[in-house]
């Protein structure tokens, strides 16, 4: 799992039929401290996230397959909560 901020939604008028209904997010991931690293990513939204919010990224395909209840489906990350704050070599961060 990954720490990452929402910093955008993609908008398709055409998607694969396993993924309507579905939000996806671009996300940008973040060290410990909350600072950006890597390039921004697109990734499923189970969290019900928007633009600005912390959230937690399963990377392992697993949650993407429960979401959409398709095990065949082939995708990496989703978006699992929102995070309110954590804490990072003792330090609390948040919002």
Known sequence: MRLAR???????????????HYKLLIVDY?????KPVETQ???FDGADAGIGDL???N???????MLLGDKEI?????ACGVIDHWTFDGKVTGK
């Open 30 to 34: 973040l060290d410990g401290e909350g």
């Open 6 to 20: 929402v910093v955008g939604n993609v908008v398709s008028t055409v998607k694969e039929k396993t993924h309507f």
């Open 55 to 57: 959230v937690l990224v």
């Open 74 to 78: 082939i995708a990496d990350n989703t």
């Open 41 to 43: 990513q697109i990734v």
């Open 59 to 65: 990377v392992d395909g697993g949650a993407a397959k």
